[in-house]
């Protein structure tokens, strides 16, 4: 079974633009969350996906917004870009009601 | 609200010597509890999970409802056992969210 995919792994933006991340979960999960991974926070929630539709959401402003296509592909998006944006943002995975989560390699963005 | 508190940021041992990874829960209900790990350059994965009370890689996690902790044990590391630990914590039954502590980097000096 192939993992989970992410793209793209590596990006840089200026601050005020906007970027959208990818993410491919593993063949048959159906619930897709998204994190943000940085040295001083470590992992905050974003939120999941499940069947298309957002379950849970974290405490992030709504410049942080995502989605979840009818195959279980989700994407996130970013508006006017922070230089506190920059992070590496982990996607994730899961069988339903497992609790185990299948993580990608991550997005890393850089805002200048 | 649910909450995961990791005290140490950096905990290091000597090979060959116990291990205790300390991790402290807020949680109103029954949550679920797991460790996640992740080696250097390699995906975060999961260890282990409370209520599946297996000894995974040597390591085991007793849940203490008590006390709110989930703290990580090995009698023995291994210079393997050198990476980052992240206890995480899901509040509902689905396990939708799950909600992780700021990580602790286990180093194990030879």
């Known amino acids: 079974k192939a993992g989970v995919t992410q793209t793209p792994r590596y990006l840089i933006k200026t601050r005020g633009q906007q970027v959208t991340l990818s993410c491919s979960p593993i063949?048959?999960?159906?619930?897709v969350s998204w994190y943000q991974q940085t040295p001083g926070q470590g992992l905050q929630f974003l939120f999941e996906?499940?069947?298309?539709?957002?379950?849970n959401k974290g405490n992030f402003p709504g410049r942080f917004s995502g989605r979840q296509f009818s195959n279980s592909r989700s994407e996130m998006n970013v508006s006017t870009l922070e230089l506190g944006d920059s992070a590496l943002y982990l996607c994730?995975?899961?069988?339903?009601?497992?609790?185990?989560?299948?993580f990608g390699e991550g997005s890393r963005l850089t805002v200048l | 609200a649910q909450r995961v508190t990791q005290p140490e940021k950096l905990l290091s041992v000597f090979k060959g010597a116990p291990v205790e990874l300390k991790c402290n829960y807020s949680?109103?209900?029954?949550?679920?509890l797991f460790w996640y790990v992740q080696y250097s350059r390699q995906r975060l994965q999961l260890l282990l999970r409370?209520?599946s009370r297996e000894s995974i890689k040597g390591f085991t996690a007793d849940l203490n409802k008590g006390e709110t902790s989930f703290h990580l044990k090995k009698p023995f590391a291994q210079e393997e056992d050198s990476a980052m630990y992240y206890c995480?914590?899901?509040?509902?039954?689905?396990?939708?969210?799950?909600?992780f502590g700021s990580g602790t980097r286990l180093s194990i000096r030879p």
């Open positions: 994730a995975s899961s069988a339903q009601n497992t609790g185990e989560l299948f």
């Open positions: 063949s048959g999960h159906r619930s």
């Open positions: 996906y499940f069947s298309e539709t957002q379950r």
């Open positions: 949680y109103s209900g029954s949550p679920e």
């Open positions: 409370h209520i």
């Open positions: 995480a914590l899901s509040g509902d039954s689905s396990a939708s969210k799950i909600i």
